[in-house]
């Protein structure tokens, strides 16, 4: 009996939809010829569309007995339609076989079990597609990046019941926008990119003739084409009152609006690199919040709760607990010849009054041609050698020319003090890359909008107030008996009570929080390689099916 109402549903929901009604059996029996066919022959298409689903979807179904999922007209079209919009995601809606299923929506509705059964495969597999983009991204990070660990998990999902789930939601657009980031910076990034292509629609905004810097005060041709620049790109308002060719100051609060969101020393002179920056087109810009989106939704699980994010290319370090922002500091990162790597790892314990082992690269490329001219340079800075066992070495025996080319035995310790490199706190996250969070005596360096003066790991300007924060422990180390530790001038190592996981991150824009955005330099080229991966065609990276950490 059950079995008849069923079908007799079926029959009830083509008739309403205007097509015609199919045996139920015969759909299913499709069904279950393409699913073995999925299973068999990788590259299975309909109508040209590959499906890429080819373990999901026969899951699924046979879960289902075979039987349909997409038995309401509406749910193709919101589907249809959650495709077109996922330009505001930054994606392609090429991806989830927008060209088929327009093709099916505005056909006649199919009448052949066989078309039936196409036309499902076809929409489950566009609603894959497009969730797992979402959640995860497109673009697979561990080719980006090899040594790639941040959450890329479908935690306790299973996959089946949570197809089932958006199928049977009310609304299909409430339960697929659920897979993307709930992130206010995903959030803003989104607005960015719907202003940005608004402005395109419009015609975008005109390129600045080169010539000498523009200055405040100044009266220049070129300073119309500067102020038709940035009312183009709802930099500054349209003024019918103003003199076009004057650099006035409500021009020059716009301009140094502009720098400052540029990442440009906000002087309000138009020089060599801020006439580079007024000339990238909004296509460029498009692009690069588009791929600053994807590398959101690669880390999206992993930023709750308590955190330390640091981003490479914005020159920032910011603490959250409990999701909420507590510090924030500017930093100094890898040269781009000694990049700073993009990582995950968990920050274990601090050291007040380090010494300084100088890591192997700086020793083999800087250290070594430095003493094979000058041995005086060891003594001057406090540095010692020591061999494996810690034991000091006497350095006036060594012929420092002949490692040069060679492996150096030895390692070389500079002691605690105020020209020690790492100043006075190091924070310890034991990680693969041996790179490092620490204070630097040289605080002169902070004051620089271009902060790439590192040999990989990171200084950080405001580095006592994160030690007070992370070892949380208002009585025995309190910010004063922090402090006092400190002027002993003694090595202490402790343990911190918030062993947060630092995320090493790389962001070339980010929403501002006051309906803007702001754009950095890409300091290492790495926008390149994620723009590629986005334009290219459709594949499905491995995830980790097991529970997220």
């Known amino acids: 009996m059950a079995r008849i ?28 010829a393409r699913i073995e066919q999925l299973r068999a022959a990788p590259g299975t298409s309909v109508d040209g569309a590959r499906i890429a689903s080819r373990s999901l979807i026969p899951e699924f179904y046979e879960r289902r007995g075979m039987r349909p999922a997409w038995t309401r007209p509406e749910q193709a079209r919101a589907l249809l339609e959650l495709i077109e919009a996922s330009t505001a995601h930054g994606l392609d809606p090429d991806d989830y076989h927008a060209p088929a299923l327009r093709w099916f929506r505005d056909a006649p509705a199919p009448s052949h079990a066989g078309s039936i059964a196409q036309r499902e495969l076809l929409l489950t597999d566009a609603l894959i597609r497009l969730a797992y983009h979402l959640h995860f991204g497109k673009v697979s990070p561990r080719e980006l990046y090899p040594g790639w660990n941040f959450t890329r998990s479908l ?20 339960a697929v926008e659920r897979f993307a980031p709930q992130l206010p910076a995903y959030r803003q990034l989104r607005e ?86 007024l000339n990238v087109g909004v296509a460029e810009r498009i692009d690069q919040v588009r791929v600053n989106l994807e590398r959101l939704r690669w880390v999206a699980q992993d930023l709750a709760g308590d955190y330390l994010i640091v981003d490479t290319a914005g020159f920032t370090a910011r603490l959250f ?40 690269t700086i020793l083999r490329e ?56 790492l100043g006075k706190i190091k924070f310890m996250l034991p990680n693969p890359h041996a790179v490092y969070l620490h204070d630097t005596p040289a605080q002169r360096l902070f004051e620089r909008n271009d902060r790439a003066f590192s040999s990989g790991c990171i200084r950080l300007e405001r580095a006592f107030e994160l030690a007070v924060l992370l070892l949380d422990d208002a009585v025995e180390w309190s910010a004063q008996e922090v402090q006092a530790a400190i002027a002993t001038g003694e090595t202490h190592t402790l343990s911190v009570k918030r062993q947060v996981p630092v ?35 459709f594949r499905f990276a491995p995830v980790d099916r097991r529970r997220a950490r």
């Open 5 to 32: 109402l069923y079908h007799g549903m079926l029959a009830v929901a083509a008739a309403l939809a205007g097509g015609p009604v199919v045996a139920s059996d015969a759909v299913a029996e499709a069904l279950r």
């Open 155 to 174: 935690g306790a999902i299973d996959p089946p019941e949570a197809l089932e789930a958006m199928l049977a939601a009310p609304r299909l657009e409430d």
């Open 192 to 277: 960015a990119l719907a202003r940005l292509r608004a402005i395109d629609a419009r015609g975008g905004w005109p390129q600045l003739p080169p010539g000498p810097s523009l200055k405040p005060g100044q009266r220049h041709a070129r300073v119309a084409a500067l102020r038709e620049r940035l009312v183009a790109g709802n930099e500054l308002a349209s003024g019918a009152d103003s003199d076009e060719t004057f650099f006035d100051t409500v021009l020059e609060a716009a301009m140094r609006r502009f720098q400052a969101r540029h990442g440009l020393e906000a002087d309000g002179v138009v020089g060599r690199h801020t006439l580079q920056a």
């Open 321 to 360: 607990l409990d999701g909420r922002l507590v510090w924030s500091s500017r930093t100094v990162v890898g040269r781009p010849y000694r990049e700073t790597p993009v990582f995950r790892a968990n920050l274990r314990y601090l050291v007040l009054n380090p010494s300084w082992e100088v890591p192997p």
């Open 366 to 421: 800087d250290i070594l041609p430095r003493l094979a001219r000058d041995p005086g340079y060891l003594a001057r800075n406090h540095m010692q050698v020591v061999d494996a066992a810690r034991r000091p070495v006497n350095a006036e025996r060594l012929r420092w020319t002949r490692y040069r080319a060679g492996g150096f035995p030895y390692q070389i310790v500079q002691a605690p003090g105020d020209d020690n490199p």
């Open 503 to 537: 995320l090493i991150l790389y962001f070339t824009a980010e929403g501002d929080g006051e309906g803007g955005v702001r754009f950095r330099p890409d300091l290492y080229g790495r926008d390149a390689s994620v723009l590629a991966g986005l334009r290219a065609p």
